[in-house]
T-cell receptor, first 110, second 115 residues
Framework: LAKTTQPISMDSYEGQEVNITCSHNNIATNDYITWYQQFPSQGPRFIIQGYKTKVTNEVASLFIPADRKSSTLSLPRVSLSDTAVYYCLVEGAGGFKTIFGAGTRLFVKA | KAGVTQTPRYLIKTRGQQVTLSCSPISGHRSVSWYQQTPGQGLQFLFEYFSETQRNKGNFPGRFSGRQFSNSRSEMNVSTLELGDSALYLC??????????????FGQGTRLTVV
């Protein structure tokens, strides 16, 4: 099972771009990467998902290098409401795997 | 459409008791996964069900069990509760497991407190 490693916490200011990197050295060929956002007392919410290269949606971008041993979630111009915990998850053909990382607590300041 | 519904939202039980938590997935979703979240251990995978069959199981003792019904609703049961079982139990549903572009939707969870 691919284990993920993320920074425990990050601070940023409103309007800045935030990049959170996740390491997953043992990712398997059929695995893909998903990022979730979680606010206190709520369930995680899907942000973005990718297999390789770059994926962009209306809230974030996901960069995955060729070796796929890491991925970077990019949040453009964060606001106070982006203060949350962000989880990187490696998923594969077997469904959800037991590898939600510890998450990165992002704190956005005014 | 309605989201993932977990009941009850809050629960207080005594050590040694057993508890059953319920999860109703989004209509049409056939995959349900359960997670335990504690401040110290983060989000830990319990088990995953698809079409009434358990597909994956996390590293939890046999006191933790689950099942899925033909309407895709799922229950998880914890027997002989211990203080350490106090946690937020989250359920997630998706159309099919293990496929990319299959987004999972989480419920708000059941906060279990064991005293």
């Amino acid at each position: 099972l691919a284990k993920t490693t993320q920074p425990i916490s990050m601070d940023s200011y409103e309007g800045q771009e935030v990049n959170i990197t996740c390491s997953h050295n043992n990712i398997a060929t059929n695995d893909y990467i998903t990022w979730y956002q979680q606010f206190p007392s709520q369930g995680p919410r899907f942000i973005i998902q990718g297999y390789k290269t770059k994926v962009t949606n209306e809230v974030a971008s996901l960069f995955i290098p060729a070796d796929r041993k890491s991925s970077t979630l990019s949040l453009p111009r964060v606001s106070l409401s982006d203060t949350a915990v962000y989880y990187c998850l490696v998923e594969g053909a077997g469904g959800f795997k037991t590898i939600f990382g510890a998450g990165t607590r992002l704190f956005v300041k005014a | 459409k309605a989201g993932v519904t977990q009941t009850p939202r809050y629960l207080i039980k005594t050590r040694g008791q057993q508890v059953t938590l319920s999860c109703s997935p989004i209509s049409g979703h056939r995959s349900v996964s359960w997670y335990q979240q504690t401040p110290g251990q983060g989000l830990q995978f319990l088990f995953e069900y698809f079409s009434e069959t358990q597909r994956n199981k996390g590293n939890f003792p046999g006191r933790f069990s689950g099942r899925q019904f033909s309407n895709s609703r799922s229950e998880m049961n914890v027997s002989t509760l211990e203080l350490g079982d106090s946690a937020l139990y989250l359920c997630a549903s998706s159309l099919k497991p293990g496929e990319m572009n299959t987004e999972a939707f989480f419920g708000q969870g059941t906060r279990l407190t064991v005293v």
